[in-house]
């Protein structure tokens, strides 16, 4: 009897723990993997990035966007930084009594997203308030997902039309000639989510769906055309090598890199954004490639110089932060946007290796060097910078498997050249082609580093 007694009394204190979730959901607060929080409305949201109130932007970062931005104009092609907030920031009114109790401050958190909007902005840099723009509703649906952190369709058209607003301000707007597209909703549809997925595991009753309203983009005024927006990169999924880029001598109006909120044909983001500015918009989102994959891969392509846009919209995430690995991935961006790179270095072969002599090589701080295998294909390489003092330093640079293998590395120089650099080995991950070079790439005397 007393057994029964306890466990009953067990029974009794873990009742109300249950109570306190609609999904019968437990420890997910403590989950080592993903704590998350789940509101009485419903809702899940991420402790450690959706109920973060500070995320960071340095002014050494903002400094180095600026000089991307620059590098990016000097050839014609204006940056726009589409800095996505997090789901507590889209949606306050959904979030659980308790986040307060966590120390979260929505007023905080909005603050902190809009002093980072106003810094680059001030810097010269193009980057829409998709704050505002998400909050603003008259949407069929919330800007975020219950169970996932991503966005719906109704969050992707908010901002797009955001960022299609700052696209038509623009002077450059201009020089193009906008078409007329037109977005029709279709029905709503599943998507796979990884956050539900392991969510569910910490509940009984099933987590709501993670679905959107689908929607379709034609250009309809184009008499024959009729044809739907490609804006997905579906070729991938044979496992076969893809040409986004446009044919032809007319430029680009718009390419699209960024995360898996831009590398979804479900919530149409890329369609959104070709009917609220008017262009033609070439999706390179890469899912899962962070905050620097899909641009890094675009950049570093020899197809950026051949062709380059009028408009790049780089969509990432405020909890991305660009300083996460250090300075080296905005200043290959910067190098590979400067494209003066046409001065190749007298070098020797060692096996699989490149050796350059530096000796007789003027180099500036915001100088870089180009390691071209000449062919698609490598993942990695590493540089080895040799001093006058016999020390030497070693660089590695690698592209996931998600990004782009261009076989194209920049390396920034600025931190090595207190050495008085001698040479300089490359070592690619595969035996050298007959076109693999080392090449100088210089910066512009407008460039402030």
């Known amino acids: 009897m007393a057994l029964i007694l306890a466990l009953m009394g067990l029974t009794a204190m873990a009742l109300p723990l249950r109570a306190e979730s609609l999904f019968a959901c437990s420890q997910i607060e403590n989950s080592p993997i993903l704590p998350t929080v789940e509101s009485d409305d419903a809702v899940f949201f991420r402790t450690q990035s959706d109920l973060r109130m500070a995320h960071p932007m340095k002014e050494a970062v903002v400094d180095q966007l600026a000089r991307l931005s620059q590098a990016l104009a000097r050839n014609g092609t204006i940056l726009i930084y589409a800095t996505i907030p997090s789901k507590s920031q889209g949606m306050p009114d959904a979030l659980p009594e308790k986040a307060s109790g966590m120390g979260y401050d929505p007023a905080v958190s909005e603050a902190a997203y809009h002093d980072i909007i106003n810094r680059l902005n001030a810097k010269g840099i193009l980057a829409p308030d998709l704050l505002t723009a998400l909050q603003q509703g008259g949407t069929p649906e919330r800007p975020f997902q219950a169970a996932d952190f991503h966005w719906t369709s109704s969050g992707a058209l908010l901002a797009a039309r955001a960022i299609g607003a700052a696209i038509r301000a623009h002077p450059a707007y201009a020089d193009l000639t906008p078409g007329t ?32 309203l689908a929607w379709e983009t034609v250009r309809v005024d184009q008499p024959g055309d009729g044809g739907t927006l490609d804006i997905g990169l579906g070729a991938g999924d044979q496992g076969e090598t893809l040409d986004i880029f446009a044919d032809g001598a007319a430029p680009l109006p718009v390419v699209l890199v960024g995360t898996s909120f831009s590398d979804n044909d479900v919530d149409n983001f890329a369609g959104f954004l070709s009917e609220y500015s008017g262009l033609e918009v070439v999706n390179h989102a890469i899912s899962g490639g962070n905050q620097f994959g899909a641009i890094t891969s675009y950049l570093t392509s020899t197809d950026y110089p051949t062709d380059r846009p009028r408009f790049l919209i780089w969509e990432n995430p405020v909890y991305n932060n660009l300083g996460r690995y250090g300075f080296a991935p905005l200043e290959e961006l910067i190098a590979a946007a400067n494209n003066d790179c046409e001065h190749p270095l007298p ?3 060692e096996g699989n290796a490149l050796i350059a002599d530096l000796r007789q090589t003027d180099i500036t701080p915001g100088d870089a060097l180009l390691a071209d295998f000449g062919a698609e294909g490598p993942r990695s390489v590493q540089f080895t910078l040799q001093g006058a003092n016999g020390v030497s330093r070693s660089a590695m640079m690698k592209r996931e498997d998600r990004l782009r293998a261009t076989g194209r590395f920049f390396l920034g120089l600025g931190p090595y050249l207190r050495a008085d650099l001698q040479q300089v080995q490359v070592a690619f991950d595969r035996p050298l082609t007959a076109d693999s070079r080392i090449s100088l790439c210089l910066t512009p005397k407008e460039d402030p580093s």
């Open 181 to 212: 597209y037109t977005s029709t909703p279709l029905e709503k549809v599943d998507a796979f989510s990884t956050m539900r997925r392991i969510l569910q595991g910490y509940c009984v009753v099933a987590l709501p769906p993670v679905e959107t």
């Open 347 to 349: 070098l020797r072969r």
